[in-house]
Protein backbone atom coordinates (compact mmCIF):
# COMPACT_ATOMS: atom_id res chain seq x y z
CA UNK A 1 0.00 0.00 0.00
CA UNK A 2 1.39 3.45 -1.13
CA UNK A 3 1.06 5.21 2.17
CA UNK A 4 2.50 2.47 4.45
CA UNK A 5 5.53 2.53 2.03
CA UNK A 6 6.25 5.74 2.20
CA UNK A 7 5.61 6.21 6.40
CA UNK A 8 8.96 6.13 7.56
CA UNK A 9 9.56 9.73 5.55
CA UNK A 10 6.09 10.93 6.33
CA UNK A 11 7.01 9.47 9.81
CA UNK A 12 9.99 11.73 9.91
CA UNK A 13 7.65 14.51 8.57
CA UNK A 14 4.62 14.74 10.84
CA UNK A 15 7.46 14.81 14.09
CA UNK A 16 10.14 17.10 12.91
CA UNK A 17 9.23 20.58 11.96
CA UNK A 18 11.98 21.59 9.81
CA UNK A 19 12.30 18.33 8.01
CA UNK A 20 8.80 18.54 7.05
CA UNK A 21 9.15 22.29 5.91
CA UNK A 22 11.64 21.24 3.86
CA UNK A 23 9.83 18.77 2.37
CA UNK A 24 7.32 20.91 1.57
CA UNK A 25 9.41 23.35 -0.27
CA UNK A 26 11.34 21.20 -2.22
CA UNK A 27 10.55 17.47 -1.44
CA UNK A 28 13.06 16.13 -4.12
CA UNK A 29 16.14 18.09 -3.05
CA UNK A 30 15.51 17.46 0.41
CA UNK A 31 15.41 14.01 0.22
CA UNK A 32 19.04 13.91 -1.26
CA UNK A 33 20.79 16.89 0.73
CA UNK A 34 19.03 15.59 4.10
CA UNK A 35 20.18 12.71 6.22
CA UNK A 36 17.72 9.60 5.63
CA UNK A 37 17.97 6.79 7.92
CA UNK A 38 18.45 2.99 6.43
CA UNK A 39 14.75 2.76 6.72
CA UNK A 40 13.22 5.90 5.14
CA UNK A 41 15.97 5.18 2.03
CA UNK A 42 14.66 2.05 1.80
CA UNK A 43 10.94 2.82 1.84
CA UNK A 44 11.96 5.18 -1.02
CA UNK A 45 12.95 2.98 -3.37
CA UNK A 46 10.45 0.90 -3.33
CA UNK A 47 8.08 4.14 -4.87
CA UNK A 48 7.48 5.95 -7.64
CA UNK A 49 8.59 9.40 -6.94
CA UNK A 50 5.49 10.93 -8.72
CA UNK A 51 3.30 8.85 -5.87
CA UNK A 52 6.03 10.38 -3.63
CA UNK A 53 5.29 13.97 -4.32
CA UNK A 54 1.74 13.27 -4.99
CA UNK A 55 1.62 12.85 -1.25
CA UNK A 56 3.69 15.71 -0.23
CA UNK A 57 1.12 17.64 -2.58
CA UNK A 58 -1.49 16.45 -0.70
CA UNK A 59 -0.44 17.77 2.66
CA UNK A 60 -0.69 21.61 1.18
CA UNK A 61 -2.87 21.14 -0.88
CA UNK A 62 -5.70 23.67 1.29
CA UNK A 63 -3.21 26.28 0.15
CA UNK A 64 -5.43 25.97 -3.61
CA UNK A 65 -8.37 24.17 -3.23
CA UNK A 66 -10.79 22.30 -0.29
CA UNK A 67 -10.04 19.12 0.50
CA UNK A 68 -12.77 17.27 1.05
CA UNK A 69 -11.79 15.01 4.41
CA UNK A 70 -15.22 12.72 4.62
CA UNK A 71 -18.71 13.32 4.13
CA UNK A 72 -19.13 15.24 7.23
CA UNK A 73 -15.92 18.00 6.79
CA UNK A 74 -14.17 20.18 4.22
CA UNK A 75 -11.50 22.05 4.75
CA UNK A 76 -11.58 25.46 2.86
CA UNK A 77 -8.54 27.31 1.83
CA UNK A 78 -8.11 30.95 3.46
CA UNK A 79 -8.55 33.01 0.41
CA UNK A 80 -11.47 31.27 -0.84
CA UNK A 81 -14.82 33.27 -0.25
CA UNK A 82 -18.30 31.57 -0.14
CA UNK A 83 -18.54 28.28 -0.70
CA UNK A 84 -21.54 25.91 -1.36
CA UNK A 85 -20.27 23.11 1.73
CA UNK A 86 -23.84 21.55 1.30
CA UNK A 87 -24.26 20.07 4.59
CA UNK A 88 -20.79 19.52 5.32
CA UNK A 89 -18.94 21.78 8.10
CA UNK A 90 -16.30 23.79 6.86
CA UNK A 91 -13.21 24.16 8.34
CA UNK A 92 -10.57 27.23 7.05
CA UNK A 93 -6.94 26.68 6.98
CA UNK A 94 -4.33 29.57 6.57
CA UNK A 95 -1.31 28.35 4.38
CA UNK A 96 0.98 27.22 6.54
CA UNK A 97 3.56 24.78 7.07
CA UNK A 98 1.37 22.97 9.69
CA UNK A 99 0.80 19.31 9.57
CA UNK A 100 -3.50 18.54 9.36
CA UNK A 101 -5.41 19.00 6.55
CA UNK A 102 -7.34 16.21 6.58
CA UNK A 103 -5.43 15.16 3.37
CA UNK A 104 -3.84 12.53 5.73
CA UNK A 105 -5.73 9.41 6.96
CA UNK A 106 -4.33 9.68 10.50
CA UNK A 107 -6.05 13.32 10.85
CA UNK A 108 -9.46 12.08 8.96
CA UNK A 109 -9.62 8.99 11.69
CA UNK A 110 -9.14 11.44 14.41
CA UNK A 111 -11.94 13.75 13.19
CA UNK A 112 -13.87 10.24 12.85
CA UNK A 113 -13.32 9.47 16.45
CA UNK A 114 -14.00 13.12 17.60
CA UNK A 115 -17.54 12.97 16.02
CA UNK A 116 -18.18 9.95 17.72
CA UNK A 117 -17.14 10.57 21.10
CA UNK A 118 -17.70 14.39 21.65
CA UNK A 119 -20.72 15.65 23.88
CA UNK A 120 -21.63 19.49 24.55
CA UNK A 121 -19.48 20.72 27.27
CA UNK A 122 -16.54 18.45 27.17
CA UNK A 123 -13.48 19.54 28.15
CA UNK A 124 -10.79 18.71 25.15
CA UNK A 125 -7.01 18.02 25.29
CA UNK A 126 -5.36 18.16 21.72
CA UNK A 127 -1.89 17.00 22.30
CA UNK A 128 0.31 17.70 18.77
CA UNK A 129 -2.69 20.12 17.37
CA UNK A 130 -0.60 21.18 14.41
CA UNK A 131 -2.50 23.17 12.15
CA UNK A 132 -5.53 23.34 15.35
CA UNK A 133 -7.61 21.58 12.64
CA UNK A 134 -9.07 18.72 15.16
CA UNK A 135 -9.41 21.56 17.96
CA UNK A 136 -11.09 23.71 15.57
CA UNK A 137 -13.59 20.60 14.64
CA UNK A 138 -14.19 19.88 18.69
CA UNK A 139 -15.20 23.61 19.42
CA UNK A 140 -17.66 23.94 16.13
CA UNK A 141 -18.97 20.27 17.90
CA UNK A 142 -19.59 22.24 21.11
CA UNK A 143 -17.23 21.33 23.02
CA UNK A 144 -16.73 23.40 26.59
CA UNK A 145 -13.42 23.95 26.11
CA UNK A 146 -10.20 23.05 24.39
CA UNK A 147 -6.70 23.20 25.50
CA UNK A 148 -4.38 22.59 21.87
CA UNK A 149 -0.92 21.90 22.60
CA UNK A 150 1.94 21.43 20.81
CA UNK A 151 5.86 21.51 20.92
CA UNK A 152 7.12 23.14 17.93
CA UNK A 153 6.46 26.99 17.93
CA UNK A 154 5.82 27.36 14.68
CA UNK A 155 2.61 25.03 14.60
CA UNK A 156 1.69 26.51 17.19
CA UNK A 157 0.93 29.78 15.64
CA UNK A 158 -0.35 28.15 12.73
CA UNK A 159 -3.29 26.70 15.27
CA UNK A 160 -3.69 30.17 16.89
CA UNK A 161 -4.21 32.09 13.45
CA UNK A 162 -6.47 28.96 12.49
CA UNK A 163 -8.58 29.32 15.04
CA UNK A 164 -9.13 33.15 15.07
CA UNK A 165 -10.25 32.52 10.99
CA UNK A 166 -12.93 29.91 12.48
CA UNK A 167 -13.79 32.36 15.25
CA UNK A 168 -13.54 30.07 17.78
CA UNK A 169 -10.70 31.68 19.84
CA UNK A 170 -13.50 31.94 23.15
CA UNK A 171 -13.44 28.11 23.36
CA UNK A 172 -9.79 27.40 21.90
CA UNK A 173 -6.81 27.89 23.92
CA UNK A 174 -3.14 27.42 22.27
CA UNK A 175 0.05 27.20 23.81
CA UNK A 176 3.04 26.15 23.20
CA UNK A 177 3.65 22.75 24.97
CA UNK A 178 2.98 19.17 25.67
CA UNK A 179 2.09 16.71 28.20
CA UNK A 180 3.89 18.56 31.09
CA UNK A 181 1.28 21.87 30.16
CA UNK A 182 -1.84 19.60 29.87
CA UNK A 183 -1.13 17.78 33.45
CA UNK A 184 -0.61 21.38 35.04
CA UNK A 185 -4.42 22.55 33.21
CA UNK A 186 -5.56 19.11 35.12
CA UNK A 187 -4.04 19.83 38.28
CA UNK A 188 -5.44 23.61 38.17
CA UNK A 189 -9.07 23.34 36.55
CA UNK A 190 -9.72 19.35 36.43
CA UNK A 191 -8.71 16.48 33.57
CA UNK A 192 -10.30 16.26 30.49
CA UNK A 193 -13.53 14.39 29.22
CA UNK A 194 -11.55 13.98 25.09
CA UNK A 195 -7.76 13.53 24.72
CA UNK A 196 -7.04 13.70 21.24
CA UNK A 197 -2.83 12.68 20.07
CA UNK A 198 -2.17 12.32 16.50
CA UNK A 199 1.75 12.09 17.16
CA UNK A 200 3.28 8.88 16.03
CA UNK A 201 3.43 5.66 17.77
CA UNK A 202 7.27 5.99 19.52
CA UNK A 203 6.01 9.83 20.80
CA UNK A 204 2.48 8.33 21.82
CA UNK A 205 4.14 5.04 24.04
CA UNK A 206 6.91 8.02 25.60
CA UNK A 207 3.86 10.13 26.52
CA UNK A 208 1.97 7.14 27.83
CA UNK A 209 4.99 6.24 29.44
CA UNK A 210 5.04 9.85 31.06
CA UNK A 211 1.45 9.82 32.98
CA UNK A 212 -0.50 11.14 29.99
CA UNK A 213 -3.19 9.27 31.33
CA UNK A 214 -3.47 11.51 33.80
CA UNK A 215 -4.96 13.72 31.78
CA UNK A 216 -8.17 12.17 31.57
CA UNK A 217 -11.04 12.63 34.40
CA UNK A 218 -12.46 9.37 35.17
CA UNK A 219 -14.58 7.73 32.04
CA UNK A 220 -12.27 10.00 30.24
CA UNK A 221 -11.76 9.16 26.44
CA UNK A 222 -8.19 8.98 24.56
CA UNK A 223 -7.98 9.09 21.01
CA UNK A 224 -4.35 8.28 19.66
CA UNK A 225 -3.64 8.48 16.15
CA UNK A 226 -0.64 8.22 14.13
CA UNK A 227 -0.25 4.43 14.12
CA UNK A 228 0.30 2.18 11.31
CA UNK A 229 -1.98 -0.85 11.07
CA UNK A 230 0.40 -3.74 12.39
CA UNK A 231 1.24 -1.62 15.81
CA UNK A 232 -2.40 -1.80 17.06
CA UNK A 233 -1.83 -5.09 19.05
CA UNK A 234 1.35 -3.45 20.75
CA UNK A 235 -0.40 0.00 21.27
CA UNK A 236 -3.64 -1.76 22.65
CA UNK A 237 -1.59 -3.61 25.03
CA UNK A 238 -0.07 -0.84 26.47
CA UNK A 239 -2.85 1.25 26.78
CA UNK A 240 -4.30 -1.94 28.99
CA UNK A 241 -1.47 -1.86 30.89
CA UNK A 242 -1.98 1.85 31.34
CA UNK A 243 -5.04 1.28 32.84
CA UNK A 244 -7.51 2.22 30.13
CA UNK A 245 -10.12 -0.08 28.51
CA UNK A 246 -13.11 -0.45 26.30
CA UNK A 247 -10.95 -0.37 22.69
CA UNK A 248 -12.47 0.25 19.40
CA UNK A 249 -10.31 0.87 16.77
CA UNK A 250 -10.42 2.58 12.99
CA UNK A 251 -8.27 2.10 9.99
CA UNK A 252 -7.76 3.58 7.19
CA UNK A 253 -5.04 3.15 4.03
CA UNK A 254 -2.42 1.12 6.54
CA UNK A 255 -2.83 3.72 9.51
CA UNK A 256 -5.46 3.11 12.79
CA UNK A 257 -6.45 5.42 15.48
CA UNK A 258 -6.84 3.41 18.67
CA UNK A 259 -9.95 4.63 21.14
CA UNK A 260 -9.99 3.83 24.79
CA UNK A 261 -11.55 5.01 27.88
CA UNK A 262 -9.98 5.47 31.38
CA UNK A 263 -12.43 3.46 33.93
CA UNK A 264 -15.14 5.21 35.57
CA UNK A 265 -15.29 5.75 38.97
CA UNK A 266 -17.75 2.89 40.06
CA UNK A 267 -15.26 0.39 38.18
CA UNK A 268 -12.54 1.02 39.76
CA UNK A 269 -14.02 0.20 43.32
CA UNK A 270 -15.64 -2.86 41.64
N1 LIG B 1 -3.42 17.23 15.28
C1 LIG B 1 -3.07 17.44 13.91
C2 LIG B 1 -1.57 17.44 13.67
C3 LIG B 1 -0.89 16.13 13.93
S1 LIG B 1 0.83 16.19 13.47
C4 LIG B 1 -3.77 16.40 13.05
O1 LIG B 1 -4.43 15.53 13.58
O2 LIG B 1 -3.63 16.46 11.82
C5 LIG B 1 1.63 15.99 15.02
C6 LIG B 1 2.00 17.31 15.70
O3 LIG B 1 2.53 16.95 16.98
C7 LIG B 1 3.09 18.12 15.01
O4 LIG B 1 2.63 19.43 14.81
C8 LIG B 1 4.28 18.08 15.98
O5 LIG B 1 5.00 19.31 16.04
C9 LIG B 1 3.61 17.80 17.32
N2 LIG B 1 4.40 17.07 18.31
C10 LIG B 1 5.37 16.14 18.10
N3 LIG B 1 5.83 15.65 19.27
C11 LIG B 1 5.11 16.27 20.26
C12 LIG B 1 5.10 16.20 21.68
N4 LIG B 1 5.89 15.37 22.34
N5 LIG B 1 4.23 16.98 22.37
C13 LIG B 1 3.41 17.85 21.71
N6 LIG B 1 3.39 17.97 20.38
C14 LIG B 1 4.21 17.19 19.65
Not at 93 to 115: I, M, Q, Y
Not at 195 to 223: K, Q, W
Request: with cysteine; charged share 20%; hydrophobic share 45%.
Amino acid sequence: MRTSKVYAVLARAIVDAPFRESLFRNGRQTLEEWDLSDGEQAYLQELPYGSFEKMVGHLISHWLVPVTVNDRYVVLPERVGDYDTDEMIPLRLASSFAFGNGAHPTTALCLAALDEMIRPGFRVLDLGTGSGILSIAAALNDAGLVLSLDIDATSAAAAEENIRLNSVEKIVEVRQGSLTEALAVCHASGGFDLALVNILTPVVLSLLDDGLCEVLRPAGVLVCSGIVSGEVPMMKQTLRNAGLARFETKEKDGWAAVISQRPPISDKKR
